[in-house]
């Protein structure tokens, strides 16, 4: 299981688009995923088709109840299963400030372990800043996407952004990953995107996902239907750009996995060899030592024949 972070403390860049339409398109190709609403606005919540008026048991009740994990998690008509959001969770930035630092950091990571591994990935909305919540999110996850909307300021932020990403790998999670960077919102009859897509990829090489998000009003419209797009209108040009979004990100973790492995079975057959060596240089060692003691006790016997003669 992994958990993935969708965050840019700048607003409106498409994180709740994205995590509502790839957690579904993920769900449709059979993956078993679960979406936290980390974001006060709950808009995930109202995208996936809940009243967040009504919710009763949220992501920031988990942090006070002693109820069992499996009583905030809704199924969403989408396929994707949800911890919805409310309003109040606002609150809970204030409330973190009075625990100590490393605490105050971890909430949301000790509740993800009580979760456990039921799901194949779980997948994270950050609100638009760089507070407490949006710290606990990155805590608790392998890594991060990165959504960047293809206009003007596409890069404002992004130093404050990196920033923040690399205290919290220097502090307290050395091993958060940047998934990938994904460009939202893409016109392809306004050179200035085609100029934001090659500046983005100077800045990020490698990390951009290959998939665009194009703007596409599909994607607009679905929230107000309480829809992911996938669900409102499969065959649009939104739809299959998450669809194929869904499938890289597959692609991609699958194929890290396998570097892992190799990674950790070229390092045991390495410490394997050494030790080999080590034992052979060892049993030499004693050989020699042997030898050489042999030799001493003939030489004595020599010596002794010599004087007795
Ligand atoms: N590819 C797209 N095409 C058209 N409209 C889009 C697209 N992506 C997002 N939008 C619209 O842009 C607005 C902002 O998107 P979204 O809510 O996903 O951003 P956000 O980063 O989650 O915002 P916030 O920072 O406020 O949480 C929404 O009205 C959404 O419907
Ligand atoms: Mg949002």
Redesign the pocket.
């Known amino acids: 299981m992994k958990t993935i972070s969708?965050f840019?403390q700048?607003?409106?860049?498409?994180?709740?688009?994205?995590?509502?339409n790839l957690a579904t398109a993920l769900s449709k190709l059979g993956k078993k995923i679960l979406v936290i609403d980390f974001?006060p606005?709950a808009?995930t919540t109202t995208g996936l088709g809940l009243d967040k008026s009504k919710v009763e048991k949220s992501i920031y009740k988990m942090f006070y109840e002693e109820d069992s994990f499996e009583n905030y998690i809704v199924k969403t008509e989408d396929g994707a299963y949800l911890i919805p959001s409310e309003n109040a969770l606002s609150g809970l930035e204030v409330e973190l400030v009075s625990l100590d630092e490393r605490e105050r950091l971890t909430m949301l990571s000790s509740i993800i372990k009580e979760i456990g591994d039921d799901f194949d990935l779980i997948i994270i909305?950050?609100?638009?800043s760089l507070g407490l919540l949006s710290l606990n999110a990155l805590v608790a996850s392998d890594s991060i996407i990165i959504?960047i909307?293809t206009e003007y300021y596409a890069l404002e932020g992004v130093s404050e952004l990196m920033n923040t990403y690399k205290s919290i790998k220097s502090s307290v999670k050395e091993d958060l990953e940047i998934e990938g960077v994904l460009l939202?919102?893409?016109d392809g009859r306004c050179k200035l995107s085609y100029e934001v897509v090659e500046e983005v990829k100077s800045y990020f090489k490698s990390k951009v996902f290959k998939t665009m998000?194009?703007?596409?009003?599909k994607?607009?419209?679905?929230?107000s239907y309480g829809k992911s797009v996938i669900v409102y209108d499969e065959k649009s040009k939104?739809a299959r750009?998450y669809l194929n979004l869904a499938s890289e990100l597959i692609e991609n973790i699958k194929k890290e996995s396998k570097e892992k492995e190799n990674f950790k079975k070229k390092t045991k057959e390495k410490i394997s060899e050494e030790s080999k060596d080590y034992n052979q240089e060892l049993r030499k060692d004693e050989k020699d030592k042997k030898l050489q003691k042999d030799e001493e006790k003939n030489q004595v016997i020599r010596n002794d024949e010599k004087n007795i003669g």
Not at 10 to 20: A, C, F, I, M
Not at 213 to 217: E, F, L, V
Not at 219 to 223: F, H, K, R, Y
């Open positions: 969708i840019n700048k607003g409106g860049v498409g994180k709740t688009t994205t995590v509502v974001d606005q808009n909305d950050c609100p638009p959504p909307q939202c919102m893409f998000i194009p703007r596409n009003i994607l607009a419209e679905a929230p939104g750009a």
